[in-house]
């Protein structure tokens, strides 16, 4: 029964992704079930978590199941009238295509392994899962005494909400509180992972036989199986890196492509990560400002401009409504990082060689990472050789953009140890991004895409 309940549960998660995703979809090129499943995963929960938080506001003693699993069904009714017409591919598979589906499953079996063998890190636990299950106690819907109470401190309230909403909305279903059943998400987020690789590779137009390089690499980073911000942990941060590998996916189209669908797209799931966690704003920030320099070196400054503005709404609306939630209900927030002006940047300026010295062996720290950030190094550098990292340039910078944000706000940092115990984390997030510039670097200069519908 637990089963049955849990999958209902996950099938409404995914019938308001779904539902939501037939009108954010792309129109100028065929959208295949691979990416309408994909971005399902993406928006159901991002949909359903803001839901339940706007519940929350408007009618705060009221318990959201009901009438959120009502919400689900009539976006998933909606999105599949709007999608009736649609096939799925009718041509044969390729003989590649059997092999990267079973690498596939081999890499969510072995996930799912290690995620039930281990207990939830730190903050999967206390943070994220303790606010669910104070979510579920209370109906679906943290109360606002949560966010007052100086005792709750420890709990970090003033992390936003996707994560421990999705996560009640299974205790609710499930009808009781079950760690267990809970590490289900992480194996989700990485089938979702997977999906993206290979849409985000048909998209630029990788030849078959190198469609196994981005999983492959994948496979070889231990952090992404093992320890605090993995796959397995229960943290925030490879749900994180999900989201802003698939904002980057559409960022990418756009940026060779010009279509406005893509950069709306792109700019609703950069939005997401600032829902998901608080470095998601330097995600969010990325994204932008590349999306920025496509029309300023296209010189359509007023073209651009609306449109931009459009991709960029989202972001703002959920980085203002959390902001000024906090600071309407007096939230005591911890401080972490001292205020950035430019004197305390010119006090502290002694710890920019520290800091590159610790981003540096970080990345080669084989424990956590293996070769992977050499491997990213020798790519850049090859492709940059054979000149035709112009052509990848947004991707690069998106790899390189957030890198560097991170490791420069350490500058402003008030604890000692600050940047050995979190970095780790935030190079996650970037690291399914990276993987497919390997999938680039064996690739000709110049290529002509595929519809990603085949």
Not at 169 to 194: E, H, S, V
């Amino acid at each position: 029964m637990d089963y049955l309940l849990l999958s209902i549960a996950l099938l409404l998660l995914f019938l308001g992704g779904w539902g939501v995703s037939q009108f954010l979809s792309p129109t100028l090129r065929p959208v295949s079930f691979v990416e309408r499943c994909v971005l399902a995963l993406l928006l159901g929960p991002t949909v359903l978590s803001l839901a339940t938080f706007c519940w929350g506001l408007l009618l705060p003693g009221v318990a959201v199941r009901w009438p959120l699993t009502i919400l689900c069904l009539l976006l998933g009714g909606i999105g599949w009238r709007h999608s009736a017409k649609a096939s799925l591919p009718t041509n044969p598979p390729a003989t590649w295509q059997p092999i990267l589906l079973t690498l596939s499953v081999v890499q969510l079996g072995v996930l799912s392994i290690v995620s039930h063998l281990r207990v939830l890190g730190w903050d999967g636990l206390f943070n994220f899962e303790g606010k669910a299950r104070i979510a579920f106690l209370q109906g679906g819907i943290i109360p606002w005494q949560f966010f007052t109470d100086p005792t709750r401190l420890w709990q970090h309230p003033n992390y936003p909400l996707l994560l421990p909403l999705t996560e009640s909305w299974l205790y609710l279903w499930l009808g009781r509180p079950d760690q267990a059943m809970l590490k289900i998400i992480g194996p989700l987020f990485f089938a979702t992972a997977l999906g993206l690789l290979y849409l985000g590779q048909r998209m630029s137009g990788v030849r078959a036989g190198h469609m196994l390089v981005a999983p492959l690499a994948l496979f070889g980073i231990p952090l992404l199986w093992l320890g605090d911000g993995s796959a397995s942990s229960g943290y925030a941060d490879f749900p994180l890196a999900v989201f802003y590998l698939a904002a980057v996916i559409y960022l990418v189209e756009f940026w060779r492509t010009g279509a406005t669908a893509s950069l709306w797209l792109a700019g609703i799931l950069a939005a997401a990560t600032c829902w998901l966690k608080q470095e998601g704003l330097i995600l969010w920030m990325s994204v932008m400002w590349l999306a920025a320099c496509k029309f300023l070196a296209t010189r359509q400054w007023r073209f651009g401009l609306k449109h931009w503005s459009l991709a960029a709404l989202p972001g703002i609306v959920i980085l203002a409504g959390w902001r000024i939630f906090m600071r309407v209900i007096a939230q005591p927030g911890t401080e972490e990082f001292m205020p950035v002006t430019p004197g305390n940047l010119r006090d502290n300026l002694w710890r920019i060689p520290e800091i590159a010295h610790g981003v540096v062996s970080e990345m080669l720290t084989l424990r956590h990472w293996g070769v992977f950030w050499v491997l990213i190094a020798a790519a850049l550098v090859w492709l940059l050789w054979r000149r035709s990292l112009r052509e990848w340039l947004p991707l690069a910078l998106a790899v390189l953009l957030p890198i560097t944000a991170y490791a420069s706000v350490y500058i402003f940092t008030l604890f000692t140890g600050h940047l050995e115990s979190s970095f780790p984390r935030l190079l996650l997030h970037v690291t399914p991004t990276a993987t497919l510039l390997l999938a680039l670097a064996f690739e000709p200069a110049s290529v002509d895409p595929p519809s990603p519908a085949t």
